[in-house]
């Protein structure tokens, strides 16, 4: 089956929404002639398209294995609902955007695991593809199902629905897993998942390793190596090219995973973000280009970046962003730096309205520094004004609540016009500090969040799902037993769980009384001398570390950045 002609001429594209989703053909994407004699490899986002086409990684990932001889990489993404329905009856099948070969004609297929409720969107698509969720099922010359990304930190949940995982930085291991792959083509797949296990970074599940498997690190020389950025035909969530200033992050916050896994900060070298500025504004007529990392501010040489930037930037009309910041001095000299006469928006995330919660959290920020900084942005003629907030963290008491609106107001009060205030759910994640903590369950979540809504008065106001912080903290948490769940979850939707919209809490619940998961045991609080399903990978980090964080966290006490002073000793610099 030609599939490109029968997509254009069965008159599809005008039955599904926003078919530009599935024809392929960007600027600029990497098409090499098929060739049996490559290893191919299908990335796959098991989300929709505007939202995979907006992730680094794969985009990466996709650069790095076509610069390769030898080796070929496409994408896929999971399709809507519209375009499922047309796969399920066998107008089409599940194809590739590049070659639009189907998916059993790839030698392995890599998912990005970002968040952990796309789960059930991994086993949509291989329904889709008409292969069996569980790795044991699938047969020989089925292609070898591969995941990364910072979910992969605790593999266990899908640890009987895909071959392998890997740990780390997967550009630094990809070629690797290519030649392994092309070294055992024709091979039978406990051979080529035996050969694979040996890759250091790489977890098979049904080949325990001897010790913890170890991250992989890239190297800040191998940081921006995309050499043709894709541009999309339509509007994508982040419209916009994108330069990592760093990878890695040392500032401490307890909560956060990312901040721990990619641990050790690498920077980028200033003449490669300087070169790649000019190549990237050309190469794709975005009118943003967004300096990202974990903690942007952070990046040493970042106001130079900015000066040697901005009269190119301005000739070519093209606006520079970071991400959200910490509410210092530095930050509003930076976003008055790089926004000219244009005042749009500041973006902060001061996370507790408490002093004591911010010390908890190990947020080094003071109120005093978060009012002066937003007396400041008024005085420079900024008007609006987006805070983050999180609830549910430990230790937390009513005044800690009350602190959010109490801060909020005071932040009124010093002019700002337009203030909106987005409030998450607390959870825990592994490899942090918190690892050990209970989650809120969703009724007290509820309750700490209308103890919150005389906030309306101040700001706009928006807040996550607690039932979704909820599963998510399941998942994020949870083992291989729950595999089975998240199969009835999958075949029970579409597998777009992360969209509130196709979310449904009461299909989990089912799902998990059906199958015998009791999900509180995984939201409850742990021992710090307990063995976790994630302690087959090893981050880096020491339990030593971890714990310490965790017990200086109950006494509301903070760690200094190690950027700025004594080492922290967390395990990640040491051989």
Same mark, same amino acid.
């Given at each position: 089956?030609?599939?490109?002609?029968?997509?254009?001429?069965?008159?599809?594209?005008?039955?599904?929404?926003?078919?530009?989703?599935?024809?392929?053909?960007?600027?600029?994407?990497?098409?090499?002639?098929?060739?049996?004699?490559?290893?191919?490899?299908?990335?796959?986002?098991?989300?929709?398209?505007?939202?995979?086409?907006?992730?680094?990684?794969?985009?990466?990932? !996709?650069?790095?294995?076509?610069?390769?001889?030898?080796?070929?990489?496409?994408?896929?993404?999971?399709?809507?609902?519209?375009?499922?329905?047309?796969?399920?009856?066998?107008?089409?099948?599940?194809?590739?955007?590049?070659?639009?070969?189907?998916?059993?004609?790839?030698?392995?297929?890599?998912?990005?695991?970002?968040?952990?409720?796309?789960?059930?969107?991994?086993?949509?698509?291989?329904?889709?593809?008409?292969?069996?969720?569980?790795?044991?099922?699938?047969?020989? =010359?089925?292609?070898?199902?591969?995941?990364?990304?910072?979910?992969?930190?605790?593999?266990?949940?899908?640890?009987?629905?895909?071959?392998?995982?890997?740990?780390?930085?997967?550009?630094?291991?990809?070629?690797?897993?290519?030649?392994?792959?092309?070294?055992?083509?024709?091979?039978?797949?406990?051979?080529?998942?035996?050969?694979?296990?040996?890759?250091?970074?790489? !977890?098979?599940?049904?080949?325990?390793?001897?010790?913890?498997?170890?991250?992989?690190?890239?190297?800040? =020389?191998?940081?921006?190596?995309?050499?043709?950025?894709?541009?999309?035909?339509?509007?994508?969530?982040?419209?916009?090219?994108?330069? =990592?200033?760093?990878?890695?992050?040392?500032?401490?916050?307890?909560?956060?995973?990312?901040?721990?896994?990619?641990?050790?900060?690498?920077?980028?070298?200033?003449?490669?973000?300087?070169?790649?500025?000019?190549?990237?504004?050309?190469?794709?007529?975005?009118? %943003?280009?967004?300096?990202?990392?974990?903690?942007?501010?952070?990046?040493?040489?970042?106001?130079?970046?900015?000066?040697?930037?901005?009269?190119?930037?301005?000739?070519?009309?093209?606006?520079?962003?970071?991400?959200?910041?910490?509410?210092?001095?530095?930050?509003?000299?930076?976003?008055?730096?790089?926004?000219?006469?244009?005042?749009?928006?500041?973006?902060?995330?001061?996370?507790?309205?408490?002093?004591?919660?911010?010390?908890?959290?190990?947020?080094?920020?003071?109120?005093?520094?978060?009012?002066?900084?937003?007396?400041?942005?008024?005085?420079?003629?900024?008007?609006?004004?987006?805070?983050?907030?999180?609830?549910?963290?430990?230790?937390?008491?009513?005044?800690?609540?009350?602190?959010?609106?109490?801060?909020?107001?005071?932040?009124?009060?010093?002019?700002?016009?337009?203030?909106?205030?987005?409030?998450?759910?607390?959870?825990?994640?592994?490899?942090?500090?918190?690892?050990?903590?209970?989650?809120?369950?969703?009724?007290?979540?509820?309750?700490?969040?209308?103890?919150?809504?005389?906030?309306?008065?101040?700001?706009?106001?928006?807040?996550?799902?607690? %039932?979704?912080?909820?599963?998510?903290?399941?998942?994020?948490?949870?083992?291989?037993?729950?595999?089975?769940?998240?199969?009835?979850?999958?075949?029970?939707?579409?597998?777009?769980?992360?969209?509130?919209?196709?979310?449904?809490?009461?299909?989990?619940?089912?799902?998990?009384?059906?199958?015998?998961?009791?999900?509180?045991?995984?939201?409850?609080?742990?021992?710090?001398? %307990?063995?976790?399903?994630?302690?087959?990978?090893?981050?880096?980090?020491?339990?030593?570390?971890?714990?310490?964080?965790? =017990?200086?966290?109950?006494?509301? %006490?903070?760690?200094?950045?190690?950027?700025?002073?004594?080492?922290?000793?967390?395990?990640?610099?040491?051989?």
């Amino acid at each position: 089956m030609n599939i490109e002609k029968v997509l254009h001429r069965s008159g599809i594209l005008y039955q599904v929404q926003k078919p530009s989703r599935y024809i392929g053909h960007e600027w600029n994407r990497t098409k090499k002639p098929v060739d049996k004699a490559l290893t191919r490899f299908l990335l796959v986002f098991p989300d929709l398209y505007e939202i995979g086409m907006s992730h680094l990684g794969l985009r990466i990932l !996709y650069d790095v294995i076509n610069r390769t001889p030898g080796m070929m990489a496409e994408r896929a993404f999971l399709p809507w609902v519209d375009m499922q329905r047309k796969i399920t009856d066998g107008t089409i099948p599940l194809y590739s955007l590049e070659s639009f070969s189907t998916i059993d004609e790839f030698d392995a297929i890599g998912f990005t695991l970002q968040y952990e409720l796309s789960y059930p969107g991994i086993i949509r698509f291989l329904d889709l593809a008409k292969l069996s969720p569980f790795s044991l099922d699938r047969k020989d =010359e089925d292609p070898i199902l591969i995941a990364g990304g910072p979910c992969a930190y605790n593999p266990e949940p899908l640890a009987e629905i895909l071959d392998a995982f890997f740990i780390g930085d997967a550009e630094e291991g990809i070629i690797e897993i290519g030649e392994c792959l092309r070294a055992n083509k024709g091979a039978k797949k406990s051979k080529r998942l035996s050969e694979l296990a040996k890759i250091p970074g790489v !977890y098979v599940p049904r080949f325990p390793p001897a010790a913890p498997v170890r991250k992989r690190i890239v190297p800040k =020389e191998a940081l921006n190596c995309i050499q043709d950025w894709m541009v999309p035909f339509f509007p994508i969530v982040h419209e916009r090219a994108i330069l =990592e200033t760093q990878r890695g992050c040392t500032r401490g916050c307890r909560f956060c995973q990312a901040g721990m896994i990619y641990r050790p900060v690498r920077e980028s070298p200033l003449e490669t973000l300087a070169r790649m500025v000019v190549k990237r504004t050309e190469e794709t007529g975005y009118e %943003e280009m967004a300096l990202l990392s974990l903690s942007t501010l952070d990046y040493s040489q970042l106001s130079e970046l900015i000066a040697r930037s901005r009269a190119f930037l301005d000739e070519k009309m093209v606006a520079l962003s970071i991400p959200s910041s910490r509410m210092d001095q530095f930050s509003l000299q930076i976003a008055n730096q790089i926004s000219g006469v244009r005042k749009s928006g500041l973006t902060f995330a001061p996370e507790a309205g408490t002093q004591r919660m911010r010390n908890v959290i190990n947020k080094n920020l003071s109120e005093e520094e978060i009012l002066t900084t937003v007396l400041t942005a008024k005085n420079g003629g900024w008007t609006r004004l987006k805070l983050y907030f999180m609830v549910g963290l430990p230790t937390e008491t009513a005044e800690d609540i009350e602190g959010i609106v109490t801060l909020t107001k005071k932040i009124k009060e010093v002019g700002i016009k337009k203030i909106s205030v987005s409030v998450a759910g607390f959870v825990p994640k592994p490899h942090t500090p918190f690892q050990y903590c209970a989650q809120k369950t969703v009724d007290e979540l509820h309750r700490i969040l209308h103890a919150l809504l005389n906030i309306k008065g101040v700001a706009s106001f928006e807040l996550h799902k607690p %039932e979704m912080s909820w599963v998510e903290g399941v998942l994020a948490r949870g083992d291989r037993k729950l595999g089975p769940s998240l199969v009835q979850v999958s075949r029970q939707g579409n597998g777009f769980e992360g969209l509130q919209e196709e979310f449904s809490y009461e299909r989990w619940g089912s799902a998990w009384l059906d199958t015998g998961i009791d999900p509180d045991q995984y939201t409850a609080q742990r021992g710090t001398e %307990e063995a976790f399903p994630w302690d087959v990978v090893d981050a880096g980090l020491t339990k030593a570390f971890l714990k310490s964080e965790y =017990e200086k966290a109950l006494r509301a %006490e903070s760690t200094p950045d190690c950027r700025d002073g004594a080492c922290s000793q967390c395990g990640v610099c040491l051989p």
